[in-house]
């Protein structure tokens, strides 16, 4: 390859990185000094969604969809509940179940993920055929990281 076509190729990797490190930061800022985890924030996202689109989720669903145990999933549902941002419901169809909702639902999930709602507004600001093409490259990045000592 040429010095000019590895250019933007070196770049955007190198933007990929500092992404990851500045989410590493903030994790670890998050764990410390900002409320709920990294995860109990992804939780709460997943939650809220879900009952938007009028569907229930169980813990057992958090657990997969956050690739966590469901020990950890438990833990961090008690914490949840304990600062009554979500409570539980029996499921109807399996007495040994219980579903996940949040106990207001007029919280706004974009106040949960501050920095999910800034990210959003910048996106906006994409022409279509870009924001596919970063879809695309971010999507394949991801693959890349979830299969790391996986």
Same mark, same amino acid.
């Given at each position: 390859m040429?010095i000019a076509?590895?250019e933007?190729?070196?770049?955007a990797?190198r933007?990929?990185?500092r992404?990851?490190?500045?989410e590493?930061?903030?994790s670890?800022?998050?764990?410390?000094d900002?409320? +709920?985890?990294e995860?109990?924030?992804?939780?709460?996202r997943?939650?809220l969604?879900?009952t938007?689109?009028?569907?229930?989720?169980t813990?057992?669903?958090?657990?997969?969809a956050l690739?966590?145990?469901?020990?950890?999933?438990?833990?961090?549902?008690?914490?949840l509940?304990?600062?009554?941002?979500?409570?539980?419901?029996?499921n109807?169809?399996?007495?040994?179940?219980?579903?996940v909702?949040?106990?207001?639902?007029?919280?706004?999930?974009?106040a949960?993920? +501050?920095?999910?709602?800034r990210?959003?507004?910048?996106?906006?600001?994409?022409?279509a055929?870009?924001?596919?093409?970063i879809?695309?490259f971010l999507?394949?990045v991801r693959?890349?990281?979830?299969?790391?000592?996986?």
């Amino acid at each position: 390859m040429t010095i000019a076509t590895d250019e933007p190729a070196t770049s955007a990797a190198r933007a990929v990185e500092r992404l990851r490190l500045a989410e590493a930061r903030l994790s670890r800022r998050r764990q410390t000094d900002c409320g +709920p985890s990294e995860n109990a924030r992804a939780a709460m996202r997943l939650i809220l969604e879900r009952t938007d689109d009028g569907h229930h989720v169980t813990p057992t669903e958090i657990a997969q969809a956050l690739g966590i145990s469901t020990a950890s999933v438990t833990g961090m549902l008690d914490r949840l509940h304990a600062g009554r941002l979500i409570t539980f419901v029996a499921n109807p169809a399996d007495r040994r179940s219980k579903f996940v909702v949040p106990f207001d639902r007029d919280q706004d999930p974009d106040a949960i993920d +501050p920095v999910t709602a800034r990210i959003r507004e910048f996106a906006l600001d994409l022409p279509a055929d870009t924001a596919d093409q970063i879809v695309s490259f971010l999507d394949r990045v991801r693959e890349v990281v979830d299969a790391e000592c996986g």
